[in-house]
RNA sequence: GCGCCCGUAGCUCAGCUGGAUAGAGCAUCUGACUACGGAUCAGAAGGUCGGGGGUUCGAAUCCCUCCGGGCGCGCCA
């Protein structure tokens, strides 16, 4: 049982014998920073102080009194501090129970909190326009994305990653005529494409390929390529145009039709939108005849309900003045709004030692995806977007993420694994078998270092969950550094074998290194970056 | 003007569904191996958590307000 549920029902068994009523829902348990504190401290005296109208450090002391006269299981003593925190001190045993929770439980089953019960959800994510490569900017959007993804599948979902496609439209026309342009030799028109890469793509192109077609098809393989280099593989590419020949948006439009969505004016058709939430009502047939952008984006979250449970939509900053008005189409159309995340990654300024990274507005060069990964390589380019909060402006600076030989996280955190393998390929070299979880001593694990690695490795199945519902992975980057520094410092400290090292004690030791590989393998498979065993 | 995000150590950032003396990495300074990989470890120094109010036993965290920065507010996509 998890410490904090036993700690928890011994708190509440006091609370009753003290004549609390009624129970508190929660009743909260958390580290304290500080650690006289003990191992565990719970608020609740202050917390009910309030409804029961008593003084919060006197039901701290009745609690105290109660639990220290029959001391749950691994409880040493039980304190009351400040204005009333109860502070239970433990001995180690409970973190030894961790050690054979984590090794029993092993990669797959270790920190897999069933939080999606096989319920479906889609991530789209990157969604670029084929019609030049994937930039530095989508890299967050794209590393991101797939460790939602990851995320989402350690706890119980069954994901779909998903690409979509703006393949019609006035942009990709002008992306044909520039193609076309360079490849009789001439500029691309005022309003194209004026990038590099048009003139190699240009020069691929067969004499009698549509441009639009080729470029198209050539643009969808550059996604593939860039992508599959992180790692990042996708379910489903989905065609905006498809919509139109498969008749999914005259669907959707008589769908808001029918529910009396929409509205006339102007020669133009409107959505509604104002009922559900947006601040204006939106256009979604121009008077010209054509639709806006708006309309096949509602077909298409139309269609991915029809597909999934729940939706989740990665997005750039510049996008998330359009997520009212989405949300409220899918309201119009039936569906829970809640049951569409949208979450929005901040943008990425690249600088090399300080500097700014100039994008080429005159020619429309940017700093390609691909440039970032040819420079810095898979595994620092995906730990460094994924190292901080999308939340926030990101810096990426290429000298400083390149340079990791030395001082780079990402390093740290993979050297730590190698050390791990490196540790269990001594031992198989010296002929040490690691016995299995049930026949380890785990009590001989009393040093500092020993338990900083077992506490570490019992916050993991908190920190996968926290970072799933919060779509947050750089909870778990920041979990890794933790545990690689416990590990680079257990590792100093403590020998596995040799001169002075029981042979039980190697025994505990080693499954301490081999619980520790498991939680960092877990980690790093979550930001889809590799688990070396030497570097 | 309105909306979203951000403002924490010299730098880059965690911590934000309220907890006790605010953390990490880098940079700086000082130390540590005759053994499992020194791409390591230990220590020092470094702070008005943008400012000001409020709620609370308790605020970096919640509320209000102001300041600063980014991104959006189309019958563009």
Request: charged share 25%; hydrophobic share 40%; with cysteine.
């Given at each position: 049982?998890?410490?904090?549920?036993?700690?928890?029902?011994?708190?509440?068994?006091?609370?009753?014998?003290?004549?609390?009523?009624?129970?508190?829902?929660?009743?909260a348990?958390?580290?304290?920073?500080?650690?006289?504190?003990?191992?565990?401290?719970?608020?609740?005296?202050?917390?009910?102080?309030?409804?029961?109208?008593?003084?919060?450090?006197?039901?701290?002391?009745e609690?105290?009194?109660?639990?220290?006269?029959?001391?749950?299981?691994?409880?040493?003593?039980?304190?009351?501090?400040?204005?009333?925190?109860?502070?239970?001190?433990?001995?180690?045993?409970?973190?030894?129970?961790?050690?054979?929770?984590?090794?029993?439980a092993g990669?797959?089953?270790?920190a897999a909190?069933?939080?999606?019960?096989?319920?479906?959800?889609?991530?789209?994510?990157?969604?670029?326009?084929?019609n030049?490569?994937?930039?530095?900017?989508h890299?967050?959007?794209?590393?991101?994305?797939?460790?939602?993804?990851r995320?989402r599948?350690?706890?119980?979902?069954?994901?779909?990653?998903?690409?979509?496609?703006?393949?019609?439209?006035?942009?990709?026309?002008?992306?044909?005529?520039?193609?076309?342009?360079?490849?009789?030799?001439?500029?691309?028109?005022?309003?194209?494409?004026?990038?590099?890469?048009?003139?190699r793509?240009?020069?691929?192109?067969?004499?009698?390929?549509?441009?639009?077609?080729?470029?198209?098809?050539?643009?969808?393989?550059?996604?593939?390529?860039?992508?599959?280099?992180?790692?990042?593989?996708?379910?489903?590419?989905?065609?905006?145009?498809?919509?139109?020949?498969?008749?999914?948006?005259?669907?959707?439009?008589?769908?808001?039709?029918?529910?009396?969505?929409?509205?006339?004016?102007?020669?133009?058709?409107?959505?509604?939108?104002?009922?559900?939430?947006?601040?204006?009502?939106?256009?979604?047939?121009?008077?010209d005849?054509?639709?806006?952008?708006?309309?096949?984006?509602?077909?298409?979250?139309?269609?991915?309900?029809?597909?999934?449970?729940?939706?989740?939509?990665?997005?750039?900053?510049?996008?998330?003045?359009?997520?009212?008005?989405?949300?409220?189409?899918?309201?119009?159309?039936?569906?829970?709004?809640?049951?569409?995340?949208?979450v929005?990654?901040?943008?990425?300024?690249?600088?090399?030692?300080?500097?700014?990274?100039?994008?080429?507005?005159?020619?429309?060069?940017?700093?390609?995806?691909?440039?970032?990964?040819?420079?810095v390589?898979?595994?620092?380019?995906?730990?460094?977007?994924?190292?901080?909060?999308?939340?926030?402006?990101?810096?990426?600076?290429?000298?400083?993420?390149?340079?990791?030989?030395?001082?780079?996280?990402?390093?740290?955190?993979?050297?730590?694994?190698?050390?791990?393998?490196?540790?269990?390929?001594?031992?198989r070299?010296?002929?040490?078998?690691?016995?299995?979880?049930?026949?380890?001593?785990?009590?001989?694990?009393?040093?500092?270092r020993?338990?900083?690695?077992?506490?570490?490795?019992?916050?993991?199945?908190?920190?996968?969950?926290?970072?799933?519902?919060?779509?947050?992975?750089?909870?778990?980057?920041?979990?890794?550094?933790?545990?690689?520094?416990?590990?680079?410092?257990?590792?100093?400290?403590?020998?596995?074998?040799?001169?002075?090292?029981?042979?039980?004690?190697?025994?505990?030791?080693?499954?301490?290194?081999?619980?520790?590989r498991?939680?960092?393998?877990?980690?790093?498979?979550?930001?889809?970056?590799?688990?070396?065993?030497?570097?």
């Amino acid at each position: 049982m998890d410490i904090r549920e036993h700690l928890r029902s011994a708190l509440r068994a006091a609370l009753a014998d003290t004549g609390i009523s009624p129970l508190p829902d929660e009743i909260a348990l958390e580290r304290p920073a500080r650690r006289e504190h003990g191992d565990w401290s719970s608020n609740v005296a202050l917390a009910i102080s309030k409804s029961v109208g008593r003084n919060p450090r006197q039901i701290g002391m009745e609690l105290v009194d109660r639990l220290s006269a029959d001391l749950p299981a691994h409880v040493t003593a039980v304190e009351i501090a400040g204005p009333g925190f109860v502070n239970f001190r433990l001995c180690d045993s409970w973190l030894h129970e961790v050690l054979v929770d984590v090794i029993t439980a092993g990669v797959d089953g270790y920190a897999a909190p069933d939080l999606g019960h096989a319920r479906n959800v889609n991530v789209e994510f990157v969604s670029a326009n084929p019609n030049k490569p994937i930039h530095a900017g989508h890299g967050r959007g794209a590393c991101y994305g797939d460790s939602l993804a990851r995320l989402r599948e350690r706890c119980g979902w069954q994901v779909t990653r998903e690409f979509y496609l703006n393949d019609r439209g006035v942009q990709m026309q002008r992306f044909a005529e520039s193609l076309a342009a360079r490849k009789r030799g001439e500029q691309p028109p005022d309003d194209g494409y004026h990038g590099e890469y048009l003139v190699r793509w240009a020069a691929e192109m067969p004499d009698d390929a549509d441009p639009f077609e080729w470029g198209y098809a050539r643009a969808l393989q550059s996604h593939r390529e860039t992508l599959a280099r992180l790692g990042i593989v996708f379910d489903e590419w989905f065609s905006e145009r498809s919509m139109i020949d498969n008749g999914a948006i005259d669907d959707t439009l008589a769908d808001l039709r029918a529910r009396d969505a929409v509205f006339e004016q102007d020669g133009a058709l409107w959505l509604r939108s104002t009922d559900h939430g947006d601040d204006k009502d939106r256009v979604l047939v121009k008077s010209d005849g054509d639709f806006t952008y708006l309309l096949p984006d509602i077909a298409y979250h139309r269609d991915k309900f029809s597909r999934a449970d729940h939706l989740v939509n990665v997005w750039g900053a510049d996008h998330h003045g359009y997520v009212a008005r989405l949300k409220a189409a899918m309201s119009v159309l039936g569906h829970d709004a809640d049951e569409l995340e949208v979450v929005i990654t901040q943008m990425v300024d690249l600088v090399r030692t300080g500097e700014p990274v100039r994008m080429s507005g005159r020619s429309g060069d940017l700093i390609e995806l691909d440039d970032i990964i040819a420079e810095v390589g898979p595994d620092a380019a995906r730990f460094t977007y994924l190292i901080q909060s999308v939340d926030s402006r990101q810096t990426f600076d290429l000298d400083e993420v390149k340079k990791q030989a030395m001082d780079n996280p990402v390093f740290y955190v993979q050297y730590a694994h190698a050390r791990i393998c490196s540790i269990e390929a001594k031992a198989r070299q010296a002929g040490i078998q690691r016995l299995s979880a049930d026949r380890i001593d785990a009590s001989l694990l009393v040093h500092e270092r020993e338990t900083d690695l077992l506490r570490s490795l019992f916050e993991l199945p908190d920190i996968v969950e926290i970072a799933c519902t919060d779509n947050a992975p750089h909870r778990v980057s920041a979990w890794a550094r933790e545990q690689a520094a416990a590990l680079h410092g257990f590792y100093h400290d403590c020998w596995v074998m040799g001169d002075g090292v029981s042979a039980e004690l190697t025994q505990a030791r080693l499954g301490l290194v081999e619980a520790s590989r498991v939680g960092m393998a877990i980690a790093l498979d979550l930001l889809g970056v590799s688990a070396p065993e030497s570097m």
